[in-house]
């Protein structure tokens, strides 16, 4: 989980539909009416622009979506926990099938780390073997708040740690063959750009690796690339 690309501007379709799809969701809430939350039209409208946020990875654990992962639509605090906020724009984010399962309905009472509205890489240490814990550096309240967000979106899943050391290991090969950008070899400057490429899953694992082997500069410049978006 990293910091996700400033929010554009409510969709159109969003703006003028919002209080009657919230309506409609809250009538489906009470009984009087069937279906999903929310009608296909307002999936459609809201997917792009929330796909953009992240370069199309899903806003808890990175994994990239599309055809084989299909993109979802969540809900920061849950649509049945405040009806009122279902179509709210800021409360929407998107994520993969397993993150959305796994957080559901619960009511976390604002512990869930915030990708957009806060940066989540100091909560975070990456292991060796790709696994995720709490930074040993945070206060009391930040262990809680990363605790909570691994257990919801359940971060520590296999195969995310597996996806993860795979990235890291990449990382670690590229840093011994170049030492950095120092020698200038095409290989290792095109592989690079692959690495920091916005689309490149798991963000927090590359910049975590960059910043342990004593290379804090390019991690600053993979954050740069990304908020740009090229």
């Keep these: ?7 554009p501007r409510a969709p159109l379709q969003l703006v003028r539909k919002k209080a009657a799809w919230t309506e409609r969701w809250e009538q489906i809430l009470a009984g009087s009416s069937s279906g999903d939350w929310a009608p296909q039209s307002a999936k459609a409208a809201l997917r792009k622009p929330l796909l953009a946020l992240t370069h199309g990875k899903c806003a808890f654990c990175e994994t990239r979506l599309g055809k084989d992962v299909y993109p979802q639509i969540e809900h920061y605090v849950s649509r049945k926990v405040a009806p009122r906020r279902a179509f709210e724009w800021r409360n929407l984010l998107p994520v993969c099938q397993m993150c959305n399962v796994s957080k559901g309905h619960s ?14 890489e100091p ?3 990456i292991g060796p073997e790709g696994e995720i814990t709490p930074h040993p550096r945070l206060d009391e309240s930040g262990k809680r708040r990363a605790d909570k967000t691994i257990r919801l979106c359940d971060l520590t899943r296999g195969g995310l740690q597996v996806s993860r050391s795979e990235v890291a290991q990449q990382v670690r090969w590229w840093l011994d063959r170049s030492a950095g950008l120092a020698n200038g070899l095409n290989q290792e400057i095109e592989e690079w750009k692959h690495l920091s490429d916005p689309r490149m899953e798991y963000k927090l694992v590359v910049r ?6 004593h290379h804090p500069e390019l991690a600053d410049l993979d954050r740069q690339r990304f908020q740009r978006g090229k």
């Design 208 to 213: 975590h690796v960059l910043t342990q082997n």
């Design 107 to 120: 009511d976390h009472a604002r512990d869930l780390l915030k990708p957009d509205d806060e940066d989540p």
């Design 1 to 7: 989980m990293v910091r996700t690309r400033r929010r």
């Design 123 to 125: 909560y975070f240490r």
